[in-house]
């Protein structure tokens, strides 16, 4: 049996002629970039996040980044990010002109230990983001307090997050601004790159739209030294039709997950751990094993895709080389790459294929 990673064909199927008839109407009416499209997907996602203002825009580093500028974020600020992330988080700080200070992720959840952000608090720093890594939410209680308890911008990074809630909320509702990816693999994705910020905050949307536009709010008056970073008319148009899908596709991958947790029995083999009173999306199902390399033989030797997220961690990137932090420094962040590995997860995946997933990682010895 073959069974990919992940794929988006399974939700592109049953939306096709939808998607079509929408492609063709924005086809039609020949305006391509903010426009009504625009409007209408940032109200629905505004509304479906329960958040006063949505901006759209080109991706999700910059919806981080221009978040981050917005908030006056610049050279000689520190911002606290994870240890475990994307590369994006750490990106848009440092495009913000700002520094990443890493904390380590708790080893159970691979999300941020609050405990540790505090002994990493300076008078340089300005902001924390918090990324809801994997569709699992962050200890949000916690964070919050600290980032209120030192008067420090809270961001989060809920670009692998999409509709997953913490206590009843959704993610995206607990700190001055939140970025979205809508990356094609990501649980809400785009057919192309796209991205968004929501706030509640009525003079940061302002800002934050002004920035993504060259800095501009009239037509060749410019504000700021801004980027180009617009949400386009056919991305906002179909996002809006995958929008009212999200909640279902996303109960399918909690269907599929729970089978994982429940199924997967192997001792070898450390399934994540999810806090209490969340409601995680599993944009990824991440397992750990101290034979990662040789169980991903194994798994891709049955025709079972795999990935891993992410092999080298931040810290150790070449393109961070100049932080000098050496091998050692995040011990935590190391093991999960070390050790972990990425299993089917998407919408559509059969009971057979679930089946032959956790019956091979059981088998694995
Ligand atoms: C945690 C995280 N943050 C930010 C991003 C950046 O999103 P984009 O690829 O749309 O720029 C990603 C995308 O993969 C991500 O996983």
Avoid at 18 to 30: A, P
Avoid at 252 to 264: F, L, S, V
Wanted: aromatic share 10%.
């Amino acid at each position: 049996m073959n069974i990919s990673f992940s794929t988006v064909d399974y939700m592109h199927k049953e939306i096709m002629d939808e998607m079509l008839d929408k492609f063709k109407c924005v086809y039609e009416k020949g305006w391509f970039i903010s426009g009504e499209e625009c409007a209408k997907f940032e109200g629905a996602f505004a509304s479906y996040q329960n958040r006063k203002y949505c901006i759209g825009c080109g991706n999700g580093l910059d919806a981080i980044m221009l978040s981050l500028k917005a908030l006056n974020i610049s050279k000689g600020d520190e911002v606290i990010i994870p240890s475990n992330t994307f590369i994006a988080t750490a990106l848009a700080v440092s495009y913000a002109g700002a520094t990443p200070v890493f904390v380590e992720p708790r080893i159970e959840t691979y999300n941020f230990n609050p405990e540790l952000i505090e002994e990493k608090i300076t008078p340089r720093t300005k902001a924390i983001i918090v990324v809801h890594l994997y569709g699992q939410p962050a200890e949000m209680d916690t964070i919050c307090d600290i980032a209120k308890k030192h008067n420090l911008f809270l961001v989060e990074d809920c670009a692998q997050a999409h509709g997953a809630t913490y206590k009843g909320k959704k993610i995206g509702q607990f700190g001055n601004a939140a970025a979205f990816s809508f990356y094609p693999g990501k649980n809400l994705g785009a057919l192309g790159d796209a991205g968004a910020v929501i706030t509640d905050e009525e003079k940061l949307a302002e800002i934050i739209r002004t920035l993504g536009n060259y800095g501009s709010i009239e037509k060749y008056n410019h504000l700021y030294q801004g980027n180009n970073s617009r949400l386009d008319e056919v991305q906002a148009a179909l996002l809006c039709i995958k929008l009212k899908y999200l909640d279902k596709w996303n109960k399918e991958r909690q269907r599929i997950a729970q089978r994982y947790m429940n199924e997967i029995t192997n001792p070898k083999v450390i399934l994540p751990n999810v806090i209490d009173d969340v409601e995680p999306v599993w944009h990824i199902f991440a397992i750990r094993c101290k034979d990662r390399d040789r169980l991903e033989r194994f798994l891709g030797e049955g025709g079972i895709g795999t990935n891993k997220h992410y092999p080298i961690p931040l810290h150790l990137q070449k393109a961070y080389q100049e932080l000098e932090i050496p091998k050692g420094a995040y011990p935590i962040a190391e093991e999960i790459s070390a050790t972990e590995l990425s299993i089917p997860m998407y919408y559509g995946m059969t009971d057979e294929e679930i089946q032959y997933v956790i019956e091979s990682i059981n088998k694995f010895e």
